[in-house]
């Protein structure tokens, strides 16, 4: 027999998903299978390493019943002597009644790692303090005030709204936290668990939105995260940032006088799928809220693109983005300009030139707006919905926190050669800001990012894997040094700017290199790009290297991001292989999960994967939440194909990330996975001493019969 066969001795056993048999009140929790859940794990407590104590006092961080499947998510967060623990998440999903999955990341042991609290040395106030003066921000940090506090049962403050005008134009949330760290004694690596106020400053300049972990009993400071994404698009392994040094393409110079006749709810942009710029020329687009949502009835099409359900907007607003410039680099203090037409006609001339930005400011934004709408609707499909914590202004009464669309800045004035995208939590407003690129060597030559559609889906992504990973309510799951969050931005990019119409099902098509962010680093197509290594399935010609265990050595966090979507990236491509198909256009989503195939299923799968990995997932546990959205969604259709993508970059069956998924050290294999046992769909009787046949087929590699 040969290695590595796989048996797929259900392949005629259709999986359908039952109508949805979950009640969820809109604002409130599912108490039954909330506790259907601590029944569950009462029962498996030992499996799970968890307490009865971490059972009872752990509460609910977040649940919905997801509309696309129909299963029901619970995120827990573990609770000790009423304190939350910082991302001690117990993520669990319920599927037809049955507790399909647990991953949960709680501190084992707690009460005895940690002293019994009576009385907190540093205050709140103390807290902020200690702070600014770490981060070196300027002003008096003396002068914070109280707005709120919530108080703990024995009068405690747990957690409080600050306000401080010298350093931060927004509210300062202070909370108190229990926090599980790893720090270094002697030459010993040591766990610790430290009582932390977690203290949170958006600076004045809204470049860094701090998150800093001060120790409430010492006042030291234990940590120190952005949680402003500060993405990279530079040119890998050179000097400087921008990379833009070298010979630029030649412009393609657009002649705005041959414009198409324009209609009403028209925008003239680089429509989907082009890249940027550097992939094609712009086009009309007319109702495009009917393209990506069919009929503009459907649950995506939030009232159109101009209406939030409180006013109709003639600008570049709606409910899912209001996108105008911030050159200024206030925010909306000074209100930045939203291009505005009566009649809804976005027609603004655009030319690719030295010097242009200026000018072509308002298809900037016009750009940025629809390319902030697609990416909603599209994604809105694939299941980033209102109770899953989408950002949008109106919810329409299908649950989840509301009032949070996305600023988009364009011509962001915080910054250049980049990106950047802040998620809080659901029904705070992210933002996305959007920088001009430049060329020290040519100043006039200044790219504008709001023309690079790969950018936008990039930093969109990150409101994706942020609001999906451990539940809406928590957005610092991937902090992690062994994490993908830049590499789901960068998949999600790529799977939104490939023209899949013009591929096959074949190796060829997968083989091709994909090249990102040439546009604005004045490249041509072929790069060189922001990455180490082209995207392609092309291992042994293009990127051989890139594999798990480069984790030890790529930057935090763009180039180990880079290696989780070259996995992702080969992994739609088996799929793709093994189904023989391509959907053209990302968006037709069939009407059943099943009969999504290729490109279409793949984004699914990594959709899914999101909201079953634990919080602070390692690669391996990024890898498993696919393969169980795999057994769940398609009866294990893809196993075959999902294993070998993995296990050519290392992630095989037997590599692990060792004890953290916090450092660097990790362990590749390329091993595919062997867990599927041999089992028969049928029982068969039969008689000793007579000879059967037992005919099993297999997934990828054709039939073969076996007799015994
Ligand atoms: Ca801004
Ligand atoms: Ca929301
Ligand atoms: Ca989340
Ligand atoms: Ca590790
Ligand atoms: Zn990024
Ligand atoms: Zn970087």
């Given at each position: 027999?040969?290695?590595?066969?796989?048996?797929?001795?259900?392949?005629?056993?259709?999986?359908?998903?039952?109508?949805?048999?979950?009640?969820?009140?809109?604002?409130?929790?599912?108490?039954?299978?909330?506790?259907?859940?601590?029944?569950?794990?009462?029962?498996?407590?030992?499996?799970?390493?968890?307490?009865?104590?971490?059972?009872?006092?752990?509460?609910?961080?977040?649940?919905?019943?997801?509309?696309?499947t129909g299963w029901y998510h619970g995120y827990?967060?573990?609770?000790?002597?009423?304190?939350?623990?910082?991302?001690?998440?117990?993520?669990?999903?319920?599927?037809?009644?049955?507790?399909?999955?647990v991953a949960n990341n709680f501190v084992t042991?707690?009460?005895?790692?940690?002293?019994?609290?009576?009385?907190?040395?540093?205050?709140?106030?103390?807290?902020?303090?200690?702070?600014?003066?770490?981060?070196?921000?300027?002003?008096?940090?003396?002068?914070?005030?109280?707005?709120?506090?919530?108080?703990?049962?024995?009068?405690?403050?747990?957690?409080?709204?600050?306000?401080?005008?010298?350093?931060?134009?927004?509210?300062?949330?202070?909370?108190?936290?229990?926090?599980?760290?790893?720090?270094?004694?002697?030459?010993?690596?040591?766990?610790?668990?430290?009582?932390?106020?977690?203290?949170?400053?958006?600076?004045?300049?809204?470049?860094?939105?701090?998150?800093?972990?001060?120790?409430?009993?010492?006042?030291?400071?234990?940590?120190?995260?952005?949680?402003?994404?500060?993405?990279?698009?530079?040119?890998?392994?050179?000097?400087?940032?921008?990379?833009?040094?070298?010979?630029?393409?030649?412009?393609?110079?657009?002649?705005?006088?041959?414009?198409?006749?324009?209609?009403?709810?028209?925008?003239?942009?680089?429509?989907?799928?082009?890249?940027?710029?550097?992939?094609?020329?712009?086009?009309?687009?007319?109702?495009?809220?009917?393209?990506?949502?069919?009929?503009?009835?459907?649950?995506?099409?939030?009232?159109?693109?101009?209406?939030?359900?409180t006013a109709n907007y003639t600008n570049t607003?709606?409910?899912?983005?209001?996108?105008?410039?911030?050159?200024?680099?206030?925010?909306?203090?000074?209100?930045?300009?939203?291009?505005?037409?009566?009649?809804?006609?976005?027609?603004?001339?655009?030319?690719?030139?030295?010097?242009?930005?200026?000018?072509?400011?308002?298809?900037?934004?016009?750009?940025?707006?629809?390319?902030?709408?697609?990416?909603?609707?599209?994604?809105?499909?694939?299941?980033?919905?209102?109770?899953?914590?989408?950002?949008?202004?109106?919810?329409?009464?299908?649950?989840?926190?509301?009032?949070?669309?996305?600023?988009?800045?364009?011509?962001?004035?915080?910054?250049?050669?980049?990106?950047?995208?802040?998620?809080?939590?659901?029904?705070?407003?992210?933002?996305?800001?959007?920088?001009?690129?430049?060329?020290?060597?040519?100043?006039?030559?200044?790219?504008?990012?709001?023309?690079?559609?790969?950018?936008?889906?990039?930093?969109?992504?990150?409101?994706?894997?942020?609001?999906?990973?451990?539940?809406?309510?928590?957005?610092?799951?991937?902090?992690?040094?062994?994490?993908?969050?830049?590499?789901?931005?960068?998949?999600?990019?790529?799977?939104?700017?490939?023209?899949?119409?013009?591929?096959?099902?074949?190796?060829?098509?997968?083989?091709?290199?994909?090249?990102?962010?040439?546009?604005?680093?004045?490249?041509?197509?072929?790069?060189?790009?922001?990455?180490?290594?082209?995207?392609?399935?092309?291992?042994?010609?293009?990127?051989?290297?890139?594999?798990?265990?480069?984790?030890?050595?790529?930057?935090?966090?763009?180039?180990?991001?880079?290696?989780?979507?070259?996995?992702?990236?080969?992994?739609?491509?088996?799929?793709?292989?093994?189904?023989?198909?391509?959907?053209?256009?990302?968006?037709?989503?069939?009407?059943?999960?099943?009969?999504?195939?290729?490109?279409?299923?793949?984004?699914?799968?990594?959709?899914?994967?999101?909201?079953?990995?634990?919080?602070?997932?390692?690669?391996?546990?990024?890898?498993?939440?696919?393969?169980?959205?795999?057994?769940?969604?398609?009866?294990?259709?893809?196993?075959?194909?999902?294993?070998?993508?993995?296990?050519?970059?290392?992630?095989?069956?037997?590599?692990?990330?060792?004890?953290?998924?916090?450092?660097?050290?990790?362990?590749?294999?390329?091993?595919?996975?062997?867990?599927?046992?041999?089992?028969?769909?049928?029982?068969?009787?039969?008689?000793?001493?007579?000879?059967?046949?037992?005919?099993?087929?297999?997934?990828?590699?054709?039939?073969?019969?076996?007799?015994?």
């Amino acid at each position: 027999m040969p290695k590595n066969l796989f048996f797929n001795v259900h392949k005629f056993q259709r999986f359908y998903l039952l109508c949805l048999t979950i009640t969820l009140s809109l604002t409130g929790h599912a108490q039954k299978e909330v506790e259907k859940v601590k029944t569950y794990l009462k029962t498996h407590a030992t499996q799970y390493h968890l307490s009865n104590k971490d059972i009872d006092e752990m509460v609910i961080s977040s649940d919905y019943v997801s509309p696309t499947t129909g299963w029901y998510h619970g995120y827990f967060v573990q609770k000790h002597q009423s304190i939350e623990v910082y991302n001690g998440i117990l993520n669990t999903l319920i599927v037809k009644e049955n507790v399909e999955h647990v991953a949960n990341n709680f501190v084992t042991d707690i009460a005895l790692k940690v002293p019994v609290i009576t009385i907190i040395p540093v205050s709140p106030l103390n807290a902020i303090s200690r702070a600014a003066t770490s981060l070196k921000l300027p002003g008096n940090a003396a002068n914070s005030v109280e707005v709120s506090t919530n108080r703990l049962a024995n009068g405690q403050i747990e957690k409080g709204v600050y306000a401080n005008a010298d350093l931060s134009k927004e509210s300062i949330p202070v909370k108190l936290y229990w926090l599980p760290y790893d720090t270094i004694a002697g030459r010993k690596k040591v766990s610790k668990v430290s009582l932390v106020w977690n203290v949170q400053i958006y600076t004045k300049d809204y470049k860094n939105s701090w998150s800093v972990q001060v120790d409430a009993l010492t006042g030291d400071i234990i940590d120190t995260k952005d949680l402003v994404i500060h993405c990279h698009f530079g040119v890998p392994g050179h000097t400087h940032e921008s990379g833009l040094t070298h010979k630029k393409s030649n412009p393609v110079r657009e002649n705005t006088s041959i414009l198409q006749p324009f209609a009403a709810n028209s925008y003239n942009v680089f429509d989907y799928p082009l890249e940027s710029p550097n992939h094609g020329t712009r086009t009309i687009v007319a109702n495009p809220y009917t393209k990506f949502v069919s009929n503009g009835t459907g649950p995506g099409a939030t009232n159109g693109w101009h209406n939030d359900s409180t006013a109709n907007y003639t600008n570049t607003r709606g409910n899912n983005v209001w996108a105008k410039d911030d050159i200024a680099n206030d925010n909306e203090t000074t209100a930045g300009s939203s291009p505005s037409s009566a009649t809804l006609e976005f027609n603004y001339p655009y030319t690719q030139a030295t010097g242009t930005a200026a000018a072509n400011l308002d298809a900037a934004i016009t750009n940025l707006f629809y390319w902030n709408n697609l990416i909603h609707d599209v994604l809105y499909k694939y299941g980033l919905d209102e109770p899953s914590g989408n950002f949008q202004k109106a919810n329409l009464g299908r649950g989840g926190g509301g009032n949070d669309f996305v600023y988009a800045d364009a011509q962001d004035g915080s910054g250049t050669n980049n990106a950047n995208f802040r998620t809080p939590i659901d029904g705070q407003n992210p933002r996305m800001q959007m920088f001009l690129f430049g060329d020290s060597g040519n100043p006039a030559y200044t790219p504008d990012s709001d023309f690079d559609n790969g950018i936008i889906a990039h930093e969109y992504g990150h409101g994706w894997s942020n609001r999906l990973t451990g539940g809406r309510n928590n957005v610092t799951c991937l902090e992690n040094a062994e994490q993908g969050g830049e590499g789901w931005s960068d998949y999600l990019a790529l799977m939104l700017t490939t023209d899949w119409s013009a591929l096959s099902a074949s190796v060829a098509s997968a083989n091709i290199s994909r090249v990102t962010s040439t546009y604005v680093l004045g490249k041509p197509t072929t790069g060189p790009g922001a990455r180490p290594f082209p995207y392609s399935y092309d291992k042994a010609n293009v990127n051989n290297e890139v594999t798990y265990g480069k984790v030890a050595s790529y930057t935090i966090p763009h180039g180990i991001g880079s290696i989780w979507a070259t996995m992702l990236w080969d992994m739609t491509w088996e799929i793709i292989l093994q189904d023989g198909q391509i959907v053209n256009n990302i968006y037709t989503i069939p009407a059943s999960i099943t009969d999504m195939r290729g490109n279409i299923a793949a984004l699914k799968l990594v959709n899914e994967g999101l909201r079953l990995q634990p919080c602070s997932p390692s690669f391996i546990d990024a890898r498993n939440a696919i393969l169980k959205a795999d057994s769940l969604l398609f009866n294990q259709r893809y196993r075959c194909a999902i294993w070998k993508a993995f296990a050519r970059r290392g992630l095989g069956f037997n590599a692990s990330t060792g004890v953290s998924s916090n450092d660097r050290i990790v362990f590749e294999d390329f091993t595919i996975g062997t867990d599927r046992t041999l089992s028969s769909a049928k029982n068969l009787t039969a008689c000793s001493g007579n000879a059967f046949t037992y005919t099993a087929t297999t997934a990828a590699e054709g039939t073969t019969t076996y007799s015994w």
